[in-house]
């Protein structure tokens, strides 16, 4: 589960934080974010209009619209082999053991969050040649 109330608390404390910077200028304060923390930026800029700038990059916006798309790629089996390691996981946290992982984005038919056919673009563009893994 993402915090999300967390993760905005943590913009508020950033702005307000930067804004007491020596040398800072409190009217040329911006914010920037990229997929989950661009969906971020809206609620943001909207409770500090005093930002000089808010730039969201790609969105992640629309949670249950995003959610239905990326359902229409995912193969059948995947899906089931993503659920097992789920459940894998929420057991294993009962006993303590180190956390099962999934990939992020995958190949369509691979175990991950997201199998759209671009699905893995952005990591490859983000991490070429997969320098950290």
Same mark, same amino acid.
Not at 18 to 21: D, E, N, P, V
Not at 26 to 39: D, E, K, N, T, V
């Given at each position: 589960m993402v915090p999300i109330g967390e993760q905005l608390a943590d913009w508020q404390a950033a702005i307000a934080c930067?804004?007491?910077?020596p040398g800072v200028d409190? @009217?040329?304060?911006?914010?920037?974010?990229?997929?989950?923390?661009?969906?971020h930026v809206f609620p943001v800029a909207a409770?500090?209009?005093?930002?000089? @700038? @808010?730039i969201a990059q790609t969105p992640f916006a629309d949670g249950p619209a995003a959610t239905r798309s990326a359902a229409g790629h995912q193969k059948p089996l995947a899906a089931l082999r993503t659920t097992g390691r789920a459940?894998?996981?929420?057991?294993?946290?009962?006993?303590?053991?180190?956390?099962?992982?999934?990939?992020?984005?995958?190949?369509p038919g691979t175990v991950a969050l997201l199998t759209t056919p671009d699905g893995v673009d952005g990591d490859r563009a983000l991490n070429p040649g997969n320098a950290y893994p």
């Open positions: 930067a804004a007491t910077l409190p @009217a040329r304060l911006a914010i920037w974010g990229f997929s989950l923390s661009g969906g409770r500090n209009p005093r930002l000089a @700038a @808010a459940l894998l996981d929420s057991l294993g946290q009962l006993v303590g053991p180190r956390p099962v992982l999934v990939p992020l984005a995958g190949e």
